[in-house]
């Protein structure tokens, strides 16, 4: 009978035998079972962790600890993904060294790793916009604009196949008369996430504030502006697309 989990077989089994000498043996594993079998019907009206954990203690002979490893596992691996981090990963990889999921975990932590952006080319990102904003918008060099990005930007600021003299013309817009020069200073805290290119590549995407100084000939009438600035840098570190946004 050890692999009986249906209490009603054992109630039966008293019925149909009274007068067994393992009549109360019989009867102690019978209100077990019935237990065991209500809790777990409470258990699979709302199956989270904290439930599964709490069965598995309570009835660590039970022949459902398989199955609640089973749900562990799943529960574990559905927390990661929504996670989402590389944390997240390991921590199920950890709790599941054998789980069902080990190979996606695997694949996501490649992934992961391969997302990853490291200082060196935040830095090497950072230079790009700083050099862009200083030589092509600042000094309107139309030689920077066309070694700043490829034939064409795929979008500047809502307009689509943007080329090096869109890109000055736009700078050129804020040169009023009384304007004696433009001043651009990158923030520090920026956002960046590789991003696959149209050509199959990988790129990155940024986010980052920009400040901008606009000094006047009356110099106590500077303008200051600050602008989000969204761009697609290739790994060549051209910018392939950018929004200016205030």
């Not at 069965?55 to 989402?84: N, V, Y």
């Not at 990889?93 to 391969?114: I, Q």
Request: hydrophobic share 40%.
């Amino acid at each position: 009978m050890e692999g009986v989990t249906n209490p009603e077989f054992y109630q039966q089994f008293l019925i149909d035998y009274p007068n067994s000498k393992h009549y109360n043996e019989i009867k102690e594993r019978m209100l077990v079972l019935q237990t065991e079998a209500e809790e777990w019907r409470q258990l699979l009206k709302g199956i989270n962790r904290s439930s599964v954990l709490l069965f598995m203690q309570k009835h660590p002979s039970s022949l459902r600890q398989r199955i609640c490893e089973d749900m562990l596992d799943s529960i574990d691996w559905q927390d990661a993904l929504a996670i989402g981090n590389d944390e997240a990963i390991t921590d199920y990889l950890a709790k599941h060294p054998s789980g069902r999921y080990v190979s996606d975990a695997a694949e996501r932590k490649n992934a992961l790793m391969l997302s990853k952006v490291t200082s060196g080319e935040r830095a090497l990102l950072r230079g790009t916009l700083e050099a862009f904003f200083s030589n092509v918008f600042a000094k309107q060099d139309i030689e920077a604009a066309k070694a700043a990005i490829p034939d064409t930007l795929i979008d500047f600021c809502g307009k689509e196949d943007a080329d090096a003299e869109t890109i000055i013309q736009y700078a050129q817009g804020k040169m009023a008369q009384d304007v004696i020069g433009l001043h651009y200073i990158i923030e520090q805290k920026m956002a960046v996430h590789k991003e696959m290119l149209s050509d199959g590549n990988t790129g990155y995407a940024v986010e980052v504030n920009l400040q901008e100084t606009i000094s006047r000939s009356d110099t106590s009438q500077p303008t200051s502006n600050t602008y989000r600035v969204k761009a697609l840098i290739n790994q060549e570190q051209k910018i392939v697309r950018m929004n200016i946004i205030k």
